[in-house]
Every structure is written in structure tokens, then in C-alpha cells.
């Protein structure tokens, strides 16, 4: 079964930093290109950042440029993003995503990211 475990949330303070990651499995990780989206309480979904297939290229929306960073290991099945500089307008449940044919076909549970002082 293909599963998508996401991990690393928390509560931090702004200005702080958190690094999510997700185990992949049931599914050939190494040939899926794979995002991260996020959704905040009372509001729909955003595409937060995208990583092809072999680690490149990347893109990120405009609300996190220069502070996230994605990244993946395929011998680790493992997507990760690296958040810096948080704001508490990061507040929102994280999830990792396959891209497949310009859609998004697999999500995981989600983990909380909280921003606040």
C-alpha cells in the first residue's frame, strides 16, 4: 500500500526553524516528482514547494522563498523541507505529495507546523 508518513512538526516560536520529513513508501519514490502543501485552519490549500524526480529542479511559492528549502534522499525513500525564518503566518498542517501527470495523487496524514509566541 503506498503510504506517506510525514514527520517534524511542532511549536515553535517566529524566527525559528523546522525541518519536516516524509517516509515514502508503496511506490517507486525515485520516479516521482513530489511537493509539499499546506492548509491552514479556515483556509483552502497551497502548493508550498515542488522537487523533480532526481533532486532538480525546485520551485517554491512566493510566501516562502529564501526561507524553505526541499530536498530528498531516494535511497532513504525521504522528502524533507527545511523551514527557516518562521512566520506565524506558516501556521498550518504540512503535506507531502506525489506529483503525477500535472495532479496530485498521494497525500499523507499531515504534520502541524505552530508558529507562535
Known amino acids: 500500500e503506498v503510504q506517506l508518513v510525514e514527520s517534524g512538526g511542532g511549536m515553535v516560536q517566529p524566527g525559528g526553524s523546522l525541518r519536516l520529513s516524509c517516509a515514502a513508501s508503496?511506490?517507486?519514490?525515485?520516479?516521482?516528482?513530489m511537493s509539499w502543501v499546506r492548509q491552514a485552519p479556515g483556509k483552502g490549500p497551497e502548493w508550498v514547494s515542488f522537487i523533480d524526480r532526481g533532486g532538480g529542479p525546485t520551485y517554491y511559492a512566493d510566501s516562502v522563498k529564501g526561507r524553505f528549502t526541499i530536498s530528498r534522499d531516494n535511497a532513504k525513500n525521504t522528502l524533507y523541507l527545511q523551514m527557516n525564518n518562521l512566520k506565524p503566518e506558516d501556521t498550518a498542517l504540512y503535506y507531502c505529495?506525489?506529483?503525477?501527470?500535472?495532479?496530485?495523487?498521494?497525500w499523507g496524514k499531515g504534520t502541524l507546523v505552530t508558529v507562535s509566541s
Open positions: 505529495t506525489r506529483e503525477w501527470y500535472g495532479g496530485l495523487d498521494y
Open positions: 508503496g511506490f517507486t519514490f525515485s520516479s516521482s516528482d
